[in-house]
């Protein structure tokens, strides 16, 4: 079974100031798909960024960037220019892609509550 | 643009109740995924269903049970609610297969008491 870890369960930033939640996963497959998920205090769930693991690229959005170490099953994810609405909870899920047939749940991570100071 | 719809957003019981959670997945989206988030955990994987047919099943108790209809809105059958059962259950859709993106629904607030 897959297991995904954060262990930085807070971290603070200065608004404007750059940041980057932590995330390593362990797995025994060659294809998957990782994302960031942010749950703020509405605890919608929305999809932050996407990266496929055969993709080389680190994937970016905007602020949002991702550092991708496929041999160190690391992804993290680098927020630049901090917002007050970046104040959340962050998740790193991890989705295989080798399973035969229809769809598969997320595995998710413990999450990081992130803190924007003003 | 038009998101994934769950209904009701909060509901309360009593223990040994049953419960009925309902999703509506996003226009042409395939497939529908439950997950459960306990206070301060995860989300955790219940079931999901690719063109109304189960397709995964992660960590859904027995008292639990889903389908998904030919409209492609989904329904979470929940019978002899425990207090463990307090959660929030998240409904997410997607276009079939593994490579797209979940796009999850505000939730369903399930109080047991």
């Known amino acids: 079974a897959q297991t995904v870890t954060q262990s930085q369960p807070e971290m603070s930033v200065q608004e404007a100031e750059t940041v980057t939640l932590s995330c390593t996963y362990d797995?025994?497959?060659?294809?998957?798909?990782l994302f960031w998920y942010k749950q703020p205090p509405s605890r919608q769930m929305i999809l932050v960024i996407r990266q496929e693991a055969y993709k080389q690229q680190n994937a970016t959005e905007n602020r949002f960037s991702v550092n991708f170490q496929k041999a160190a099953k690391s992804f993290s994810l680098k927020i630049s220019d901090s917002q007050l609405g970046d104040a959340a909870m962050y998740f790193c899920a991890y989705r295989s892609a080798e399973t035969g047939g229809g769809a598969d749940g997320l595995t998710f991570g413990k999450g990081t509550h992130l803190i924007i100071q003003p | 643009a038009a998101g994934v719809i769950q209904s009701p957003r909060h509901l309360i019981k009593e223990k040994r109740e049953t419960a009925t959670l309902k999703c509506y997945p996003i226009p042409r989206h395939d497939t529908v995924y439950w997950y459960q988030q306990g206070p301060g955990q995860d989300p955790q994987f219940l079931i999901s269903f690719y063109e109304k047919m189960q397709s995964d099943k992660g960590s859904i108790p027995d008292r639990f049970s889903a389908q998904q209809f030919s409209d492609y809105h989904s329904e979470l059958n929940m019978s002899s609610l425990e207090l463990g059962d307090s959660a929030l259950y998240f409904c997410?859709?997607?276009?079939?297969?593994?490579?797209?993106?979940?796009?999850f629904g505000p939730g369903t607030r399930l109080t047991v008491t």
């Open positions: 797995t025994s497959e060659s294809d998957y798909y």
């Open positions: 997410a859709s997607s276009v079939g297969g593994r490579a797209h993106e979940q796009y």
